[in-house]
């Protein structure tokens, strides 16, 4: 079965530190892979996908991704986070055929620090 | 260009109570489709609308119907609502089954 884990349920860090979120995914063909950001009381934003070519993807404000087919997973990451940075993420997985269902993992909320 | 739009923001209902709500996708998209989250939860997929039927749907219950229009805007309608029912509801546009799903900013159901 389709599944996302994402192992981290809560991670904090401090502003300008570095930062890296997990994201493992089962899955039995080659996936399409998200990342999303929400906001206390709104939706998603997309921050980045990888649908193929270039494992390392680049996203929006200053995140990136890395996709490792053998480990199955698509890290998230940014080099120095600022306090707006701090939301829930979502990592997501969809068929790479014609079909529209994500898989979503459970979320990580991030904290930063002043 | 307007994003995914969703109406009503909040929504109070009682047990019982069947409830309609509503997502207009961005321009140019003809696909919408539609995740429960549960707080503290990730989205959960519903279904999918594509060209006014429903293509795809995930684990929920037939109490759980939709509608797309011919301007693809699209309704999830939830009968006989239950206590289990409170969510977040989103909606997502696409420009086709399978691209990349924009979200509307989502409707808060309580049901009580």
């Known amino acids: 079965a389709q599944s996302v884990t994402q192992p981290d349920i809560h991670i904090t860090v401090s502003e300008g530190a570095s930062l890296e979120l997990r994201c493992n995914y089962s899955?039995?063909?080659?996936?399409?892979l998200f990342w999303y950001v929400q906001s206390p009381g709104q939706g998603l934003q997309l921050l980045l996908k990888y649908f193929s070519g270039d494992t390392l993807v680049q996203g929006i404000k200053g995140f990136e991704a890395e996709f490792k087919r053998s480990q199955s997973s698509f890290n998230l990451r940014k080099p120095s986070v600022h306090w707006s940075d701090a939301a829930e993420y979502f990592c997501a997985v969809g068929a790479s055929s014609n079909t529209g269902k994500l898989i979503f993992g459970q979320g990580t909320t991030l904290q930063v620090k002043p | 260009d307007a994003g995914v739009t969703q109406s009503p923001t909040h929504l109070i209902k009682t047990r019982g109570q069947q409830v309609t709500l509503r997502c207009s996708p961005k321009?140019?998209?003809?696909?919408v489709s539609w995740y429960q989250q549960a707080l503290g939860q990730g989205p959960q997929f519903i279904f999918q609308y594509y060209e006014e039927e429903e293509r795809q749907r995930g684990n929920f219950p037939d109490r759980f119907s939709g509608h797309q229009f011919p301007n693809y805007s699209s309704e999830l309608n939830v009968n006989a609502l239950l206590l289990g029912d409170s969510a977040l509801y989103l909606c997502?546009?696409?420009?086709?089954?399978?691209?990349?799903?924009?979200f509307g900013p989502g409707t808060r159901l309580l049901v009580l």
């Open positions: 899955y039995g063909a080659t996936p399409y």
């Open positions: 321009s140019g998209h003809d696909t």
């Open positions: 997502a546009s696409s420009k086709a089954r399978g691209e990349t799903q924009y």
